[in-house]
């Protein structure tokens, strides 16, 4: 549970990061850069979506 726990802080926090990062960017971001964001953050809130799932079913 402790480890399903420490995966969701993780993923959430990676999320709200990355998507702050890619919202914003300035203007003059490459946009090679802005999709790496948000594909992190992608990557982040799954990972946070599938620890919470883990740990509504007892992990």
Do not use: D, N
């Not at 993780?10 to 203007?27: R, S, V």
């Not at 946070?48 to 799932?53: C, M, T, Y």
């Amino acid at each position: 549970m402790k480890i399903c726990s420490i995966m969701f802080t993780i993923g959430w926090a990676a999320a709200l990061a990355f998507g702050w990062m890619a919202l914003a960017a300035p203007q003059g971001e490459p946009e090679a850069l802005l999709v790496l964001h948000m594909a992190l953050s992608a990557l982040g809130a799954g990972l946070g979506l599938f620890a919470w799932v883990r740990i509504r079913r007892g992990c």
